[in-house]
């Protein structure tokens, strides 16, 4: 059975930090796309980070220069947020998932099939 677990959430004042971690386990995913969501109540849910199965990142504009997707391992990633500000307040949530491969490339599919249960972030001005 698949878990991914996140940890690191809270509250912090605006531009403050927080460093978001997942463990994932029970997969054999050799290289996985790994992504962090968040969801604020009454939106839709957004895609902050992505980090596909060739190392490559991509952010919601949002966030671009405040927030690091990275990994460590095939099961362990984390979110680095700096400058936060009270717009970021959510409950965030990893995802992963095997890549798509084609044309000799991989990418990561809009949909993931593992999640997290989250973790809130919630940001005072």
């Known amino acids: 059975q698949v878990q991914l677990v996140e940890s690191g959430g809270g509250s912090v004042q605006s531009g403050g930090s927080l460093r978001l971690s997942c463990v994932a386990s029970g997969y054999t995913v050799s290289r996985p796309c790994m992504a962090w969501f968040r969801q604020a109540p009454g939106k839709e849910r957004e895609r902050v980070a992505t980090?596909?199965?060739?190392?490559?990142k991509n952010y919601a504009n949002s966030v671009k220069g405040r927030f690091t997707i990275s990994k460590e391992d095939n099961t362990k990633f984390s979110l680095q947020m700096n400058n936060l500000k009270p717009e970021d307040t959510a409950m965030y949530y990893c995802?992963?998932?095997?890549?798509?491969?084609?044309?000799?490339?991989?990418?990561?599919?809009?949909?993931?099939?593992?999640w997290g249960h989250g973790t809130q972030v919630t940001v005072s001005s």
């Open positions: 995802a992963a998932d095997a890549p798509l491969y084609g044309r000799g490339t991989y990418s990561c599919a809009a949909n993931y099939n593992y």
């Open positions: 980090i596909n199965a060739d190392g490559a």
